[in-house]
């Protein structure tokens, strides 16, 4: 028995198969900001945001993207190393989206040991350690060892050519805090010396 198609069928599966076969275009990597020293390397490649970046202050710094097809068929995954050069313990981070949300908190390691909370709401995320953090924070698995997951990002509502930024930053703390750690260290220097007489 002779089974006939349709032109309209061949050309279908001729579309799919050439969009099956063409090549996954990678989000687009626009370039960083900053007001300070840091500095951003990308390894981005198509489903996910990955990045290295050297903190060298404590300002804000920012990653910009352009959204492609490829990177709209799934969350988007990322993951990132963040080497502390800044001489300072890090107590928090924070992650904010310019577009999307944060999906779900994959794995964070930590170099300085201690751990870490992490809540997410919508655009943001906040890290905070349980002690300072003086070395690397590895978010995700960008070296793909074992029992380490990524982060993801629901890119819903979201299209192709869609802008999308991610900032990390280390919250200042409010000068109320810093009075209240003044104060603090001011009592145990006096209750120092007062033991020393």
């Not at 404590?58 to 990322?78: C, E, I, N, V």
């Not at 655009?123 to 349980?130: C, I, K």
């Amino acid at each position: 028995m002779k089974k006939f198609f349709s032109t309209a069928t061949l050309a279908g599966s001729a579309l799919l198969s050439m969009a099956l076969c063409a090549p996954a275009h990678a989000i687009q990597f626009n370039g960083t900001s900053t007001s300070g020293a840091s500095i951003g390397t990308d390894y981005s490649e198509t489903g996910i945001i990955s990045f290295d970046l050297d903190l060298a202050d404590l300002q804000s710094f920012r990653f910009d993207y352009t959204l492609t097809a490829g990177d709209l068929f799934s969350p988007l995954s990322f993951n990132g190393i963040l080497r502390n050069y800044t001489g300072t313990g890090l107590n928090d981070l924070s992650l904010t989206l310019g577009n999307g949300s944060f999906a779900f908190a994959g794995t964070v390691d930590r170099s300085f040991g201690g751990s870490s909370v992490v809540s997410l709401n919508g655009a943001n995320a906040l890290l905070h350690f349980s002690s300072p953090e003086y070395l690397d924070t590895t978010l995700g698995n960008p070296l793909s060892q074992s029992g380490m997951v990524n982060w993801t990002i629901d890119t819903a509502g979201l299209h192709a050519g869609d802008a999308l930024s991610l900032t990390v930053a280390t919250p200042v703390p409010e000068p109320g805090t810093f009075a209240m750690m003044l104060a603090g260290m001011g009592l145990l220097g006096w209750s120092a010396r007062r033991v020393r007489r």
